[in-house]
């Protein structure tokens, strides 16, 4: 069964740091990898997203991602951070052909950013 | 995109009874789910809702205790029934257009269900 695991449960940084959140995934096969996030008392709401291509994906507000495939990997990254990036972080994956939106997340990371 | 409503957006529930949450969609869609968020972990699929036909439960859940209906393409309910404290959890509605393998999903703000 496919699976995602992220790495950090937690990350605090002070504004204009560097981020980057670990999202790892288990399955041989074609992919499409999501990175979500909820802002406090917010929904979900997508950052960005794979399905094929350039494995450097930019997503919203400053946020990209790389998919390295032979990692099984999808990390999060931004080269400096504010404090309003402050969220829960979700990566997560399809779960298969003809199954549209149906996701298997991970674990989730916290991220508190200190002005 | 999509704008999806759940009611409850809370509620304080008395062990042994039920609760009916609500998602509403804006639009038509084609998929429709049901998550659950324990406190402090990750979103766990609970079912795929079928429009006129029975809900695709996944591992661990069954239809007894997560009843799902879905009468027509903008909306469902999920039905948390004889609730004791370990469902206490967060309960999100999420849909997508359609069953494209490159879809995107909107999810609901969620009903938090606390169980005493």
């Known amino acids: 069964a496919q699976s995602v695991s992220q790495h950090n449960h937690h990350v605090i940084l002070s504004e204009a740091a560097s981020l980057e959140l670990g999202c790892n995934y288990s399955?041989?096969?074609?992919?499409?990898l999501f990175w979500y996030v909820q802002y406090p008392g917010q929904h979900l709401q997508l950052l960005l997203k794979?399905?094929?291509?350039?494995?450097l994906v930019k997503g919203i507000k400053g946020f990209e991602a790389e998919f390295i495939k032979s990692k099984f990997s999808f990390n999060l990254r931004k080269p400096s951070v504010q404090w309003s990036d402050t969220a829960e972080y979700f990566c997560?994956?399809?779960?298969?052909?003809?199954?549209?939106?149906?996701?298997?997340f991970g674990q989730g990371t916290e991220l508190s950013v200190k002005p | 995109s999509a704008v999806i409503s759940q009611k409850p957006s809370r509620d304080i529930c008395q062990r042994g009874t039920s609760l009916t949450i609500q998602c509403q969609v804006d639009s038509q869609v084609t998929m429709m789910f049901w998550y659950r968020q324990q406190p402090g972990q990750s979103l766990t699929l609970i079912a795929t809702a079928n429009q006129g036909s029975e809900a695709t439960y996944e591992s661990g859940f069954v239809i007894d205790k997560f009843p799902i209906s879905r009468p027509n393409l903008t909306f469902s309910t999920l039905t948390v029934s004889n609730m004791s404290p370990e469902d206490s959890s967060i309960y999100l509605c999420s849909v997508a257009r359609d069953r494209g393998w490159d879809t995107e999903a909107f999810f609901g703000q969620g009903t938090r269900l606390t169980v005493v």
């Open positions: 997560a994956v399809n779960a298969g052909r003809n199954q549209g939106g149906k996701l298997i």
């Open positions: 399955y041989g096969g074609t992919v499409n």
């Open positions: 794979y399905f094929s291509g350039d494995p």
